[in-house]
Nanobody, 114 residues
Framework: QVQLVESGGGLVQAGGSLRLSCVAS??????MGWYRQAPGKQRELVAT???????NYASSVKGRSTISRDNAKNTVYLQMNSLKPEDTAVYYC??????????WGRGTQVTVSS
């Protein structure tokens, strides 16, 4: 079965850093990425990366975050620096391989305090 498991979330002060990890199993994904969802708000894209390391970032995190992947380990990472309270959300890992749809992890909580 296909599974994505996130880790690395936690509570940090504004200006701090976190590194999220997502280990995938059961499938090799063409594109992997991160989305986030704050309470009462819709899910939004954070960043994506393909197997050639082409990346895409939401404007809200560009310059503060770096997405990377280790294809041998089937793992994707999100390094987040200069965190802001508005970054507080549940962060979800996703994987996609055409023609199949997206697969999702259960999420990891990121809370940024001031």
């Amino acid at each position: 079965q296909v599974q994505l498991v996130e880790s690395g979330g936690g509570l940090v002060q504004a200006g701090g850093s976190l590194r999220l990890s997502c280990v995938a199993s059961g499938r090799i994904f063409s594109v992997m990425g991160w989305y986030r969802q704050a309470p009462g708000k819709q899910r939004e894209l954070v960043a994506t990366i393909d197997r050639e390391d082409f990346t895409n970032y939401a404007s809200s995190v560009k310059g503060r975050s770096t997405i990377s992947r280790d294809n041998a380990k089937n793992t994707v990472y999100l390094q987040m620096n200069s965190l802001k309270p508005e970054d507080t959300a549940v962060y979800y890992c996703t994987g996609r391989t055409p023609p199949l749809g997206n697969y999702w992890g259960r999420g990891t909580q990121v809370t940024v305090s001031s």
